[in-house]
């Protein structure tokens, strides 16, 4: 077991959680809210580095796609729609279950399993694309973590992370407002302090071996009750795009 940044705490919240991914309305509603949001800025940013057609029928095939902290499937399972090669993976291991008899039931073939992108990367295991969404503000040691990922993509290879800012206004609106105003999310979820700044993020990815392409935000806009992109608006939750030379 190589040294892992998974802290068991962070872990053993997202267990308690797990029979839950996948209902709409359930402690996981901020994500399936957000989802389309996600999808949207993963699916353009691979088809652009791929020069893929998204009009195409399965315009992922042959790219080999790992989905760091996969929960239940939810970026998964439209990946492997989209023709893709996927293992999703995650340190809870009750969530392993859950997104598996899901893929099933949906018959997709997707490649679950308990592990880290640690000792992925210890095993030499090599993707096109890493996903890794809202995964480093949980984290022990986040450059250490970037570092795996960074391992883990094959040379000119494709990583996307998302996480939350940390500024008075990421306080007020993923703490207080998602998890004690909303009951989004249960208290606890987040801790302000390992938020991190889109320009840290930018330094720990370059830090990590990656070079950054492209940050866009996610804005929640409480009338329509849904999430779009910005390119201007990166205060609260934000996306990176950065590539492997």
Known sequence: MTTST????EIAKFEA???????????????????????????TQIAGEYDRDLAGPRP????????????????????????????????AARNIPVA?????????????????????AAAGEQFDIVLNMEVVEHVADPLAYLTACQQLLKPGGLHLCSTINRNAKSFAMAIVGAEYVMRWLPKGTHEWSKFITP????????????????????????????WRLSDRD??????????KP
């Open 6 to 9: 998974v802290d068991p705490s």
């Open 17 to 43: 959680m797990a029979a839950e991914w996948w209902d709409p309305n359930g402690k996981f509603k901020p994500l399936h809210m957000l989802n389309p949001c996600r999808l949207d800025y993963i699916t």
């Open 60 to 91: 992922f095939e042959g790219l080999r796609i790992v989905d760091i902290g996969c929960g239940g499937g939810l970026l998964c399972e439209p990946m492997a729609r989209l023709g893709a090669e996927v293992v999703g993976v995650d340190a």
């Open 100 to 120: 598996q008899t899901h893929a099933a039931q949906s018959g997709l073939d997707i490649d679950y399993r308990h592990t880290t992108a640690e000792d992925m």
């Open 199 to 226: 320009d840290e993020l930018y330094d720990l990815l370059r830090q990590a071996g990656m070079t950054p392409v492209d940050r866009k935000g996610y804005v929640f806009n409480p009338v329509t009750w849904s």
């Open 234 to 243: 990166l205060s609260v939750n934000y996306v990176t795009a950065a590539t």
